[in-house]
């Protein structure tokens, strides 16, 4: 199962999951300032992958 955090999680949460062996891909690591640019973080694209918000 596959992480992507958006831009809201803090990194030592991040850490945190990478560290208990989770694959964590982070908005504000490979994307940093997205939200200017984008507007919203990119969605999970499978069925694999898990959105991890602090909005919802």
Not at 9 to 15: D, Q
């Amino acid at each position: 199962m596959r992480f992507l955090a958006d831009e809201n999680i803090p990194l030592e949460s991040i850490r945190r999951l990478r560290q208990a062996g989770y694959d964590v891909w982070a908005v504000v690591e490979e994307l940093p300032g997205a939200r200017d640019r984008y507007g919203n973080a990119p969605f999970p694209k499978g069925n694999n992958e898990v959105l991890l918000s602090p909005g919802l």
